[in-house]
C-alpha cells in the first residue's frame, strides 16, 4: 500500500467538481485517508511548490493556488502515486482532452495552468507534501 497527495486546484473547487474528483478515486478503488478544504497563503504556496522556485511559471502558479480555496486528499491504493499520476492526466488540460480523454484533467482543467488538480510525482515528492498539509492526527 501506497499514500499520495492529491490537490483538487482552485478552478475545480470553483466549477463544483469536488463530488466528482473524489468520487473517480473511490471508484477506481482508492481509499480516503485524510481531507480538507482551506486556502493557501502566498508563502505556503511558494513553500509547497519550492521545487518549482527557478521555473518561469512559478509566480503565475502561486497565483493562482492562492486565488480560492483548494480541497487536499491524502489517498491510499496499491501503486498510489503512479495510478494516480495516470488518472489525472498530463499537465496540460488541452493536451489531457487529446491523449487521455477520460483524465480528470481533460474532464475538468482548461489549460497548462488552470489543470484541475496536482498530485505527487514520486515517493519523495508525496513524503514532503503529505506532512506539508496534514498532520498525523489528521490521517486516519
Ligand atoms: P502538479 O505538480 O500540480 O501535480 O502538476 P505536474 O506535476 O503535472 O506539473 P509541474 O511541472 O509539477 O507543474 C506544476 C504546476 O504548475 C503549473 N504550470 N504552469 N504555464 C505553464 O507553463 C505551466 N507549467 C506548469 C500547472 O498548474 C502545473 O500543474
Ligand atoms: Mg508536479
Same mark, same amino acid.
Do not use: W
Given at each position: 500500500?501506497?499514500?499520495?497527495?492529491?490537490?483538487?486546484?482552485?478552478?475545480?473547487?470553483?466549477?463544483?467538481?469536488?463530488?466528482?474528483?473524489?468520487?473517480?478515486?473511490?471508484?477506481?478503488?482508492?481509499?480516503?485517508?485524510?481531507?480538507?478544504? +482551506?486556502?493557501?497563503?502566498?508563502?505556503?504556496?511558494?513553500? +509547497?511548490?519550492?521545487?518549482?522556485?527557478?521555473?518561469? +511559471?512559478?509566480?503565475?502558479?502561486?497565483?493562482?493556488?492562492?486565488?480560492?480555496?483548494?480541497?487536499?486528499?491524502?489517498?491510499?491504493?496499491?501503486?498510489?502515486?503512479?495510478?494516480?499520476?495516470?488518472?489525472?492526466?498530463?499537465?496540460?488540460?488541452?493536451?489531457?482532452?487529446?491523449?487521455?480523454?477520460?483524465?480528470?484533467?481533460?474532464?475538468?482543467?482548461?489549460?497548462?495552468?488552470?489543470?484541475?488538480?496536482?498530485?505527487?510525482?514520486?515517493?519523495?515528492?508525496?513524503?514532503?507534501?503529505?506532512?506539508?498539509? +496534514?498532520?498525523?492526527?489528521?490521517?486516519?
Amino acid at each position: 500500500m501506497e499514500r499520495t497527495l492529491i490537490i483538487i486546484k482552485p478552478d475545480a473547487v470553483e466549477k463544483g467538481a469536488i463530488g466528482k474528483i473524489l468520487d473517480r478515486f473511490i471508484q477506481e478503488g482508492f481509499t480516503i485517508k485524510a481531507l480538507k478544504m +482551506f486556502r493557501f497563503t502566498k508563502e505556503q504556496a511558494q513553500k +509547497f511548490y519550492i521545487v518549482h522556485k527557478e521555473r518561469p +511559471f512559478y509566480g503565475e502558479l502561486v497565483e493562482f493556488m492562492t486565488s480560492g480555496p483548494v480541497v487536499a486528499c491524502v489517498l491510499e491504493g496499491q501503486n498510489a502515486i503512479s495510478r494516480v499520476r495516470e488518472i489525472i492526466g498530463p499537465t496540460d488540460s488541452e493536451e489531457a482532452r487529446k491523449v487521455a480523454p477520460n483524465s480528470i484533467r481533460a474532464l475538468f482543467g482548461t489549460d497548462k495552468g488552470k489543470n484541475a488538480i496536482h498530485a505527487s510525482d514520486s515517493p519523495e515528492s508525496a513524503s514532503y507534501e503529505i506532512p506539508f498539509i +496534514f498532520s498525523e492526527l489528521e490521517i486516519c
